[in-house]
């Protein structure tokens, strides 16, 4: 297990939409393994793989109340709550910056373990805000794009300050 250079806001990479992964042998595993450690060494709730600068469809998500991190690659959205609820969201890609984003407060998910093994999970609450948070990562889709205008006034400093750091 690596721990790996979480790329910021600004960074090229987090704009690609990534690729499905086709083989799940040792480089796959590999790069669950350095997802994890990343985010535990991190301490944050979810990563995926192009915040440590691989455009493939992969994430892992910290469940909490289980104690255990989940690891999912190639996700499909199955089916949607339409309930939503609003919450203030972060990401390690932003440090220190939070938007308030509206999701569905449930989510039906498939795709694939680390192992390559089909499954399908359903989850509530905060581990659906993250599942969601991390599938948009592998679209190129940031928290900032759901963002209002005075939101992102409000943080403007901040965020020229990472672009101005990270963009190439
Ligand atoms: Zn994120």
Known sequence: MTQRRIRKYGAEVLRR????????????????????ETLIKAGGLGLAAP?????????VVLDRAKQKIIKIANPQIVSVDSETEIDMEGCLSFPEI????????????????????EIGIEVEGILARCFFHEIEHLDGI???????????????????????????
């Open 98 to 117: 939070f938007f308030a984003i509206s999701r569905p407060k449930r989510v039906q998910i498939r795709g694939l373990t680390d192992k390559g093994k």
């Open 142 to 168: 940031l928290i900032i794009d759901h963002a209002g205008k005075r939101e992102k006034e409000f943080w403007q400093e901040k965020l020229i300050e990472l672009e101005r750091k990270y963009k190439k």
């Open 51 to 59: 915040q440590i600068g691989v455009s493939l469809r992969a994430f």
């Open 17 to 36: 939409k990534s690729e499905e992964i086709s083989e799940f042998g040792k480089r796959t595993q590999r790069l669950f393994e350095d997802l994890e």
